[in-house]
Nanobody, 115 residues
Framework: QVQLAGSVGGLVQAGGSLRLSCAYSGSIFTINALGWYRQAPGKQRELVAT???????NYADSVKGRFTISRDHAKNTVYLQMNSLKSEDTAVYYCKASTVMGVSWGQGTQVTVSS
């Protein structure tokens, strides 16, 4: 099983930047992919970005060119660098690990973008 511990989000002005991090531990050799999801009030949780074990990444259309997902193997941490933030990026952000055993979720952190 994989455990995830995410960083604290925050409040940022539109156009600003914020970096989220999520440390993973446990059976990390079982990880196939790491991802970030978000859920805005009244909306379903949606995929933001994924990084696969081989390094391939994919992004939601709404964040392409603004967000970057990366993984530090030495620190067992996955990051989400968010630039040019918009008010519509306001949501609770979750990190997720997809493994051969199933999935694990981080606890979620609030990101609020003020316009």
């Amino acid at each position: 099983q994989v455990q995830l511990a995410g960083s604290v989000g925050g409040l940022v002005q539109a156009g600003g930047s914020l970096r989220l991090s999520c440390a993973y531990s446990g059976s990390i050799f079982t990880i196939n992919a790491l991802g970030w999801y978000r859920q805005a009030p009244g909306k379903q949780r949606e995929l933001v970005a994924t990084v696969f074990i081989g390094g391939t990444t994919n992004y939601a259309d709404s964040v392409k060119g603004r967000f970057t997902i990366s993984r530090d193997h030495a620190k067992n941490t996955v990051y989400l660098q968010m630039n040019s933030l918009k008010s519509e990026d306001t949501a609770v952000y979750y990190c997720k690990a997809s493994t051969v055993m199933g999935v694990s979720w981080g606890q979620g952190t609030q990101v609020t973008v003020s316009s």
